[in-house]
């Protein structure tokens, strides 16, 4: 059974504040892992996918780093803003199978 | 302008009954998924059609089928409806092989068995 885990599983922060979530995922036979954003009432969005060892996306605030060896990806969040607050999901794709495998994401509040 | 789109967005029927939900993308993606919200806000994939094909098949009960009449189309009809398949059911569209692009989703079908 593959397990893709992220923490926390909810997170307040005030407006300003930096933050940052996990997602772990199994460290063999990867393929792809994927970072989304999902908003209340709305479609989960793509923010990320990352394909290798060591990579950095970075979207304006957003950024994540990708670590295959250990299985972990952390997704930062630079001055968070009520406009953030959302879920963020991760989703791990192995090697040799068709499927994305998601967490159960990290829900994100930001207070003005 | 949808890029993927279902239909119905709210869905409430019966138990026994025979319901189905359509989606539709105009991408030009060749890979479609149904995924399943379940109770604890997890995405749990059902099945992937690849050019019409079937190639992902988890272990849902068969009950739910999904048709695809062409790679812009992935419907699931669902018979005799029972109180545990109420759920938010998402259809999501890629490029099978590009492991570097992202799915796109629609916008959700929500599901009430009564």
Redesign the interface.
């Given at each position: 059974i593959l397990n893709v885990e992220q923490s926390p599983q909810s997170l307040h922060v005030q407006e300003g504040d930096s933050t940052n979530f996990t997602c772990s995922f199994p460290s063999s036979n990867f393929y792809a892992l994927h970072w989304y954003r999902w908003e209340t009432a709305k479609s989960p969005e793509a923010l990320f996918v990352m394909t290798l060892n060591g990579d950095e996306k970075k979207k304006g605030r957003i950024s994540a780093t990708l670590n295959t060896k250990e299985g972990y990806s952390y997704l930062y969040i630079k001055g968070s803003q009520p406009e953030d607050s959302a879920t963020y999901l991760c989703a791990f794709w192995m090697d040799s199978s068709y499927k994305l495998i998601f967490g159960s994401g990290t829900r994100l509040l930001v207070r003005p | 302008d949808t890029a993927?789109s279902q239909t119905p967005k709210y869905l409430v029927t019966q138990m026994g009954n025979d319901k189905s939900i359509k989606c539709e993308q105009n991408l030009g993606h060749d890979?479609m998924?149904w995924?399943k919200q379940d109770s604890?806000?997890?995405?749990?994939?059902m099945f992937?059609y690849?050019n019409k094909e079937l190639?992902?098949n988890e272990t849902v009960p068969n009950r739910f089928s999904p048709k695809s009449p062409d790679k812009a189309h992935l419907n699931l009809h669902i018979n005799s409806l029972e109180l545990g398949d109420s759920a938010v059911y998402?259809c999501a569209s890629s490029l099978?092989g590009r492991?570097?692009?992202?799915?796109?989703?629609?916008?959700?079908t929500r599901l009430t068995v009564v």
């Open positions: - | 993927v890979t998924y995924y604890k806000k997890f995405l749990k994939i992937s690849n190639i992902i998402f099978e492991r570097n692009y992202g799915y796109t989703f629609g916008s959700g």
